[in-house]
């Protein structure tokens, strides 16, 4: 079955950078592409980019783009997402989702919490 | 800008249907497809309808999706609503090979 396991909580200063992991198994990991949406408390998902894994092209949101990366592992079967600069109010839940395919929809990882404080 | 907009809630009582609407603004809703995700709290968002009108394996019949190219929006239906339904659920579609949520809407079951 189709899991994806992110990497656990972080606590990061403002301005400073964090790298969140996500690893997939149970699938071909080359033949889907993986996103990256955030969820801050109590509000709705935001999409921050996706990565074509097959060919490692890249999309990021234009909100975030100069201060965002995707990139991939295959040999690994591991996406990661780095985000710089952080600010207070990026603190949020960060999920990796792999695109849906025939028969199936998207998948989502646990989550993981990135919290901003000083 | 494509934006989609949902209710901020609704509710109805065990047994009865519901539709929760998501209406596209700056662009056709029906030119891309339309993913519901369910979201209980403290949860991992769980897709239930994928493609418009597609249900995973697991989701039950009770859940269907469409898209009303007239009114330029998309639709998610429950019928025979149980108390384990309520939720906060949520469209994506697709703008410029990007993902656009909706705002969300809390279903309650009472």
């Known amino acids: 079955q189709v899991q994806l396991v992110q990497s656990g909580a972080e606590v990061q200063k403002p301005g400073s950078l964090v790298k969140v992991s996500c690893k997939a198994s149970?699938?071909?990991?080359?033949?889907?592409?993986m996103h990256w949406v955030r969820q801050a408390p109590g509000q709705s998902f935001e999409w921050l980019g996706w990565?074509?894994?097959?060919?490692?092209?890249?999309k990021y949101s234009k909100r975030v783009q100069d201060r965002f990366t995707i990139t991939r592992d295959s040999s690994a079967s591991t996406v990661y997402m780095e985000l710089s600069s952080l600010r207070f109010e990026e603190t949020a839940v960060y999920y990796c989702?792999?695109?849906?395919?025939?028969?199936?929809?998207?998948?989502w990882g646990q989550g993981t919490q990135v919290t901003v404080s000083s | 800008n494509f934006v989609v907009t949902q209710p901020h809630s609704v509710s109805e009582s065990p047994g009865k249907t519901i539709t929760i609407s998501c209406t596209g603004s700056?662009?056709?809703?029906?030119?891309?497809?339309v993913q519901w995700y369910q979201q209980r709290p403290g949860s991992v968002p769980a897709t239930v309808i994928y493609?418009?009108?597609?249900?995973p394996s697991g989701v039950p019949d009770r859940f269907s999706g469409s898209v009303d190219s007239s009114s330029n929006s998309a639709s998610l239906t429950i019928s025979g609503l149980k108390t384990e339904d309520e939720a906060v659920y949520y469209c994506?579609?697709?703008?410029?090979?990007?993902?656009?949520f909706g705002g969300g809407t809390k279903l309650t079951v009472l």
């Open positions: 989702v792999r695109d849906g395919g025939i028969n199936t929809g998207p998948y």
């Open positions: 994506q579609s697709y703008h410029d090979n990007t993902w656009v």
């Open positions: 493609e418009d009108d597609h249900r």
């Open positions: 149970g699938y071909p990991f080359s033949s889907y592409a």
């Open positions: 990565i074509n894994i097959a060919n490692g092209n890249t």
């Open positions: 700056g662009g056709s809703i029906a030119s891309n497809y």
